[in-house]
């Protein structure tokens, strides 16, 4: 019987392996270095939990599942409603602000494309407790940190920022009634992957006043904050929202990523959850689809039964993201081998036991070690050695019978030989 | 709406994550030192795929869901089945032999019990491509390996080792047939876990033959290798089979870890597929389940549609080994806790802003750092820094208007005035 991967699944054999450890590893890193915690939830779920922050439409994304008790499950297509429901249930006994960073192995049944995959990794970065503009800097700058470590420059990336809460206050300003902001902030969402002309006529559709849609052209069409800013029709809520954004923005630069963003209103968030700042991250060609994305939510942990607490985060795929590292040859899977740190060879059979047990003493002491299985010639244990990217090679000859080894450094070429009592004190330093 | 987790899962809080992270790290660090490359296969695979190994019965304990074309999928049990079909796949080109390790996260719909949940992670070690007890050996060595590595002794866990193959060849020399071989070897296994009266009725019904019944039992009462291998009634091919066995020990001798292993015949293991040495691993006590076991399986690439390629491997779970290390003091969540590199505190709310700053820059470095969000006194912003473990905090003071910090270590109290630009030029080294 012959089996094959289920579709949009990933196989990761050890060099695909070294590039999902080689990125996750980096998440974390950074993660940690910025002052969150990791955390992590069950890979399923309620089925109905994942409706409260989505909607029904969620359903038809998920892989769902039957437990023996005939619950329904299903496997989380993101982590934060179960970051919501673990908070919620220690609200009390949690420190605050709550830091938390997560990776979670996510999974979305739909058609697999470029960069979409029914199951990937998430990189999930999240501050609970604080309602500051304060709280959204240090994600943006925490996602920033990660980019720019792994060696990513402000002109190869985007963070395009905008937020939620000055976008509803300037339409409501402009006469929008809250019945017609949802549909609406659909159609904003989708700006600026529309061509003009079907934005305008979609528009016309949704406003039938044609001085409000002249004033929703007009604000989609700012190029800065402070343009929008002067805008004499803007409520003082739409005011306050546009000088917390231009806050943000001095925070930003106070902490030295400014040139990495940029002030987009069209950024506005698909999820009706979103409650201010928003900001989604891109390859600065906008060739690839959105790296990442997040901004504030702040009722999301009471809408999970929870108290009223502000949070604020993001979420950063690996699909596009190693896209988009492949592309800048900053993640070069030849790069990423394992390498040993002894290969230990035998020139005779008969030392091929205490290859065996040099190579368990080096293991023992830290140190990775391999050797050859087979009784085979010294030439072709070192080039073994050498396609397993040893970098020295062990020679056991007949130098043991004085209790001597050869030390052979791979790189140079250079041969050492050295006590075997000094080279196994040496090594458990 | 307030959820709750599904049974038998379960949520890692970050002091539950930091337990998560250091055993998988450590298995992953043993592994590699041991010469192990990392690989991972998808959560689900097509259902009919986990029936090949473990047969019918294994789909009562599957969590089984279906894609949109109405394939039956099912969250991976175990990893071995992947790990063929993957192998098998690239058999052409993947370097021999394979020396492959996972820590998978795996799921079992059973009703959930001590040491045994819905959803686990598990260490998978195997060597494919390698048909000689060598191999047998390695894989015993690195699970002995990690064992030791983090401070469990000869005296606190064992790996009893029998050999299928031997248990086969002497069954046949007794005259037991090859089709009553199955249901025996499936009573032997639970031989050491019933009491001798029960086995032995169970005996006499499965074998009607007094003579080859008291040959099974003394078998079974055998206390060392050297006793059985003396027995007259052995086939060549038992004999064989009982010197490879003793060739094993001898290995494990020389890598330095007999003391952690014993014969024992009560070793079968369930499965149909094992066909040569195999090894469950216990705590010295017997008081838990087992904490891992595996053994040698030559047919089963054979049998996922792949060439005849032999191979031995291992699996230990993470949830009965939490238990052993937490019974043995060995993991302290307590000491787990992530530390702080930097806690950044402000003497004045005019400094904020300097502490982002600096704040933003110590990470830059590669050090975690953090602040407070809020504008506090500085003795709340110094017992924050307290409760977050960190190793050293700067005081932002009146000395900066001297271009100058106050750095205090926190596990001393001693305090240090440093020149701003120096602090930062070391913190770059």
Redesign the interface.
């Known amino acids: 019987?012959?089996?094959?991967?289920?579709k949009g699944?990933?196989?990761?054999?050890?060099s695909d392996?070294?590039v999902?450890?080689w990125i996750l590893d980096g998440w974390k890193k950074v993660s940690?270095?910025?002052?969150f915690?990791?955390?992590?939830?069950?890979?399923?779920?309620?089925l109905?939990?994942f409706q409260?922050k989505s909607g029904d439409e969620i359903v038809e994304q998920l892989?769902?599942?039957t437990?023996?008790a005939g619950?329904k499950?299903a496997?989380r297509p993101e982590i934060t409603?179960?970051l919501a429901?673990?908070v919620?249930?220690?609200i009390s006994s949690l420190?605050k602000?709550i830091?938390?960073f997560s990776v979670p192995?996510l999974?979305r049944?739909e058609r697999p494309q470029k960069g979409r995959l029914r199951?990937f990794f998430q990189w999930n970065v999240d501050i609970i407790g604080?309602d500051?503009v304060?709280?959204d800097a240090?994600v943006i700058?925490t996602a920033v940190?990660y980019l720019?470590d792994v060696g990513l420059t402000a002109d190869d990336v985007v963070v395009k920022i905008s937020s939620r809460k000055m976008l509803s206050n300037i339409l409501k300003s402009i006469g929008i009634t809250e019945k017609e902001l949802e549909p609406l902030y659909s159609l904003l969402d989708k700006r600026n992957k529309l061509p003009q002309e079907n934005f305008e006529q979609l528009l016309n559709q949704q406003i039938k006043d044609p001085e409000k849609r002249d004033n929703v052209l007009e604000l989609m069409n700012a190029d800065s904050l402070n343009q929008i800013g002067q805008n004499p029709i803007l409520s003082d809520a739409a005011k306050d929202a546009v000088s917390e954004l231009a806050q943000l923005f001095e925070?930003l630069d106070?902490?030295?990523?400014k040139d990495f963003c940029t002030f987009d209103i069209g950024i506005v968030r698909g999820l009706a959850y979103y409650t201010g700042i928003v900001f989604e991250i891109y390859d600065k060609d906008s060739q690839l689809r959105a790296i990442g994305g997040g901004g504030r939510y702040n009722n999301l942990l009471k809408?999970?039964?929870g108290p009223d607490i502000p949070a604020t985060g993001f979420g950063i795929g690996d699909c596009v993201l190693a896209i988009l590292l492949e592309e800048k040859r900053i993640l070069r899977k030849e790069t990423l081998d394992?390498e040993?740190?002894y290969y230990v060879a035998f020139a005779n059979d008969k030392y091929k036991?205490l290859a065996?047990?040099f190579t368990?003493?080096i293991?023992?002491a830290?140190?990775?070690?391999?050797f050859s299985?087979k009784s085979g010639k010294l030439g072709k244990q070192l080039k073994e050695a050498s396609?397993?990217k040893a970098k020295n090679c062990i020679i056991i000859g007949s130098e043991i019978e004085n209790e001597q080894l050869v030390v052979k450094d791979m790189d140079t070429g250079e041969q050492e030989i050295i006590d075997k009592d000094k080279f196994f004190k040496q090594l458990k330093k």
Chains 1, 2 share one sequence.
Do not use: C, H
């Open positions: 019987m012959k089996f094959q991967a289920v699944t990933r196989d990761f054999y050890p392996m070294a999902r450890n940690v270095r910025n002052g915690e990791e955390y992590d939830g069950p890979i399923f779920e309620y109905k939990m409260v892989f769902s599942l437990d023996r619950r499950l496997l409603p179960t429901r673990m919620n249930q220690k420190p602000p830091k938390w192995r999974f049944a199951e604080v500051d304060l709280a240090e700058f940190d720019r925070i106070t902490m030295g990523v809408d999970f039964g394992n040993l740190d036991r065996i047990d368990s003493k293991r023992r830290g140190k990775s070690a391999d299985y396609s397993r």
